[in-house]
């Protein structure tokens, strides 16, 4: 299939530009890689080593992991995740990332950053770990529960 266009310069004369459809084509999307870097912080600010960092598309009833990486020595991590990692139906991951210490516990999670909705192609995201003895008040949801039950 073709399509034929007239195209007048700015000379007043008239191209032609003849435009070639390949009907066998799926116009599938080309795959993408996507990049979250940044930082696993403690409390003061400072750079947490060997921090298991894992990145994930927040969905309505579950989180779908797209990549994973540990921190260097100065807490930085780089991750790279692509697009056929994000579940069909999206084309860009609304981002969450999570901290782990997967040498006490592999589901030990340390910190979950704000979700990130459709992150671009590179996005930067830090994490600040909380301890338990820095953590003050109570988990959300059993504020929430206190709140509704009689």
């Known amino acids: 299939m073709s399509l034929r266009i007239i195209k007048r310069d700015p000379s007043g004369e008239d191209k032609e530009v003849i435009l070639q459809i390949d009907p066998t084509q799926t116009g599938q999307p080309v795959e ?34 797209l ?24 084309l860009r991951a609304d981002l969450v ?12 999670k340390l910190a ?12 930067t995201v830090d994490v600040t770990i909380v301890t338990a003895e820095e953590f003050v008040g109570i988990p959300e949801y059993l504020e929430v529960r206190q709140r509704i039950e009689p």
């Open 32 to 65: 993408q890689t996507f990049s979250v870097t940044g930082r696993a912080l403690n409390a003061t600010g400072e750079g947490e080593p060997g921090v298991t960092i894992r990145i994930f598309d927040r969905g309505l009833n579950t989180d779908t992991l």
């Open 112 to 123: 979950e950053s704000p979700v990130l909705v459709s992150a671009l192609t590179k996005e």
């Open 97 to 108: 990332v999570m901290a782990f210490d997967v040498t006490v516990d592999p589901d030990l």
């Open 67 to 90: 990549g994973e990486g540990v921190t260097n020595s100065e807490g930085v991590y780089l991750v790279y995740y692509r697009s056929t990692a994000i579940p069909d139906g999206k």
